[in-house]
């Protein structure tokens, strides 16, 4: 898994505005030529947008599905059009958003949950049909310690608060950056 340089961070953001201010002018996106290898490997990704610091769509990738400019391309057009949270993205909206992406690393099992470490990493539950996700951000933006944290990641996946205590959990690391 390769490091993301300054130039593939800019050229990333470049490709979320540029795909999400296409769709809203009903055009095709123009977007910019670099030939960084690492954009080619799959990579799990989320897009966030915010709007005024607050939050107005988020989708993404846990798994390595895509290439990491076209997975970042897909979810930031899922995150502005998709979410089920929010109704699409107008283009008044527009301008006020900003963009944060996180690239993630490959998920790691752990045993205890004392392996998770809040506003390190990512954490990841399955339980039979159930699952849910939090990024690395999530419990310090949210001010959780770990227990409140894996108490919300199960009410997220459809499962009481102690839900967490016999499922499966991964944990990984996300590289964050926004423009």
Not at 116 to 127: A, D, Q, S
Not at 163 to 168: L, N, P, S, V
């Amino acid at each position: 898994m390769s490091e993301l340089t300054q130039e593939d961070k800019q050229f990333l953001l470049k490709i979320a505005r540029e795909s999400i201010q296409a769709k809203l002018e009903n055009r095709e996106p123009r977007l910019p030529e670099l030939h960084s290898p690492v954009l080619k490997e799959k990579r799990g990704v989320f897009v966030t947008l915010k709007k005024e610091g607050e939050l107005r769509g988020c989708i993404g990738y846990i798994f390595p599905l895509a290439p990491l400019k076209d997975a970042v391309q897909r979810m930031a057009l899922a995150s502005a059009f998709e979410d089920p949270r929010f109704p699409p993205l107008s283009r008044e909206e527009f301008p006020q958003i900003t963009i944060e992406i996180s690239v993630l690393s490959p998920l790691r099992r752990i045993k205890t949950s004392q392996e998770f470490k809040v506003g390190v990493h990512g954490i990841y539950l399955e339980k039979g049909a159930y699952s849910a996700v939090f990024l690395p951000q999530v419990a310090p933006e949210q001010g959780w310690d770990r227990k409140t944290t894996l108490e919300y990641l199960s009410l997220k996946a459809g499962l009481p608060p102690h839900g967490w205590k016999d499922a499966q959990l991964s944990v990984f690391t996300a590289e964050v950056f926004e423009e």
